[in-house]
């Protein structure tokens, strides 16, 4: 099922803020930067972007998401969405880069996933902007996740800002799957199974169920597949357990609700 991610508050993205395949250099400052959740919280923290009036480099609105281990990418659309809420009539919406990237800090580009350029999307007005961008086919490895670059032109030689809170949704086509096995409908039988048996703690579920340190699960038909950590925290998130106090915490039917 493809997935829709919501940009947040955070700024903690596993990889530093850089053009990847946006192709230019980067400015010293005036970027700004959120994290991408799977229903996430929509940010509330207007984030300032300030470009300085030359046309090279752009400053850019950097967004990556937590993705799953096993993570493919099918060809198809991606809605991007931007909402403004302080505008600025010299400002425009300029690119969208899509990229695929590996490692964490300074990370590095390994291809161009989809892009649009000299979009001239007027920002003199607030509201949420979109922009559809088709996106080629691709599989995630291991330590490997994909970045959302938005990049601005000004068309004045002097500073102009624009302001984007980021709380709105952006539409992609990445399915999250392990072997044909989509980790949140596991979770969910998992977890059903496990409920309808025995009343455990989620504690106690996670290592009934083979939950590891290693990031593994093992299945009841006996496979192991990797544990998308960012679904599993966002779950343990919504249940209020976080986990160094998991086992104090029974199992509530709102964590079979959202690993559906």
């Known amino acids: 099922?493809?997935?829709?991610?919501?940009q947040t508050d955070?700024?903690?993205?596993?990889?530093?803020?850089?053009?990847?395949?946006?192709?230019?250099?980067?400015p010293g400052s005036g970027s700004g930067e959120s994290v991408l959740e799977e229903g996430g919280t929509p940010g509330v923290n207007e984030i300032t972007i300030t470009h300085d009036g030359r046309a090279d480099p752009s400053p850019l609105l950097f967004m990556?998401?937590?993705?799953?281990?096993?993570?493919?990418?099918?060809?198809?659309?991606?809605?991007?969405?931007?909402n403004v809420t302080t505008s600025q009539m010299f400002v425009d919406w300029d690119e969208i880069h899509i990229c695929e990237v590996s490692g964490s800090g300074a990370c590095s580009n390994i291809s161009t996933i989809g892009s649009d350029t000299g979009l001239a999307i007027?920002?003199?007005?607030?509201?949420?902007?979109?922009?559809?961008?088709?996106?080629s086919a691709t599989a995630l490895a291991a330590g490997e996740s994909f970045v959302c670059i938005f990049t601005f032109a000004n068309s004045q030689v002097?500073?102009?800002?624009?302001?984007?809170?980021?709380?709105?949704?952006?539409?992609?086509p990445?399915?999250?799957?392990?072997?044909?096995?989509?980790?949140?409908?596991?979770?969910?039988?998992?977890?059903?199974?496990?409920?309808?048996a025995m009343n455990l703690g989620i504690g106690r579920l996670l290592e009934a169920y083979g939950f590891r340190s290693t990031g593994e699960i093992f299945l009841p038909d006996g496979r192991i597949m990797p544990v998308p950590g960012g679904l599993l925290r966002r779950h343990l998130k919504a249940m209020n357990c976080l986990p160094c106090g998991c086992q104090q915490h029974p199992i509530r039917r709102k964590f079979i609700s959202v690993a559906a």
Do not use: H
């Open 1 to 6: 099922m493809p997935r829709i991610y919501t």
């Open 174 to 196: 990445v399915n999250v799957a392990v072997d044909g096995v989509d980790f949140r409908q596991v979770m969910s039988t998992v977890g059903a199974s496990v409920l309808a």
């Open 122 to 135: 007027d920002l003199g007005n607030s509201g949420v902007k979109s922009q559809t961008t088709s996106g």
């Open 10 to 26: 955070g700024t903690s993205n596993v990889c530093d803020v850089n053009q990847y395949c946006a192709g230019f250099s980067l």
């Open 64 to 82: 990556q998401p937590d993705v799953e281990p096993g993570a493919d990418i099918a060809a198809g659309d991606w809605i991007t969405r931007m």
């Open 158 to 172: 002097m500073s102009n800002s624009v302001g984007i809170t980021p709380d709105a949704d952006i539409d992609t």
